[in-house]
């Protein structure tokens, strides 16, 4: 019994290291170390890809777990997020307006609730997932931490980078609009791919190929700063699949 008890929450145990590693990154914001929070983002995500492949292969799914899932997510994928851009916009101007970027957090609640009651989200997503909507706003902490003038101004592609993302992060208006594009993503009705192989045929699979694909040509392009266009890659690619191909 004991141990049937154990198999039944492990599921919910590595739930529980997304909400507490998202928590310990909310703190190392504060401290503006930002490489913890990267650290602690990545910890979550492996969590959060853990827990539901733990509790199919156990067969313990249950409707507390997938309600303690969503809640983990709402910390470490919604209000994380919204904490970063409010930071980042806090530093260059103290205004009421910044509390915009806090959009983030209540849209990511509104589609997590969805997505509790959405079988169709089986198999594809509708709207952003809220970990992939993470990934792009945790792109701008990305660029602070490894950007480097010096290496940037012997490359074309990473001096446009620098100066795409130097004007978002230094800019008060282009945070708060990001914030607003952000909260809007999750909630739109649109299809996006999910990575999640449920057939085997090359002809059922290759858009999720040739999203891999692409994102491997962003790594080998882009290096430590591929973050962010790896995630507008699977906006724009999700929409020409579901939206001009299909």
């Known amino acids: 019994m004991n141990m049937r008890k154990f198999i039944s929450w492990l599921p919910n145990a590595i739930t529980l290291v997304n909400l507490f590693c998202g928590s310990i990154a909310i703190v190392a914001l504060l401290e503006e170390n930002y490489s913890k929070v990267l650290l602690m983002v990545s910890i979550s995500l492996i969590a959060d890809f853990l827990d539901g492949l733990v509790a199919r292969s156990l067969k313990a799914q249950s409707l507390i777990g997938k309600d303690l ?11 994380l997020p919204s ?14 307006w910044n509390y915009i970027c806090f959009l983030v957090v209540l ?9 509790n009651h959405d079988t169709r989200q089986s198999y594809y997503f509708i709207g952003l997932p809220t970990p992939a909507n993470a990934l792009l706003i945790l792109s701008l902490l990305v660029f602070l931490i490894y950007e480097n003038p010096e290496i940037s101004e012997h490359s074309a ?3 446009w980078n620098a100066v795409f993302f130097s004007k978002i992060i230094y800019s008060t208006k ?3 609009i990001w914030a607003i594009l952000s909260a809007l993503l999750l909630v739109l009705p649109i299809n996006l791919i999910s990575l999640k192989f449920t057939k085997l045929t090359l002809k059922e699979t290759k858009h999720q190929w040739i ?6 040509l962003i790594l080998l392009i882009f290096g430590k700063f591929a973050l962010f266009w790896i ?3 699977y906006l724009i690619w ?9």
């Open 69 to 79: 899932d969503s809640l983990a997510d709402l910390v470490t994928f919604g209000l």
């Open 83 to 96: 904490l970063i851009l409010y930071h980042l916009a806090e530093q260059q101007e103290h205004s009421i």
């Open 107 to 115: 849209f990511s609640a509104i589609r997590l609730a969805r997505f």
């Open 157 to 159: 592609v990473l001096k």
């Open 174 to 176: 282009a945070i708060r």
């Open 211 to 216: 999203l891999l694909i692409g994102i491997l």
């Open 231 to 233: 995630m507008l890659w």
């Open 238 to 246: 999700s929409l020409i699949w579901y939206y001009v191909i299909v």
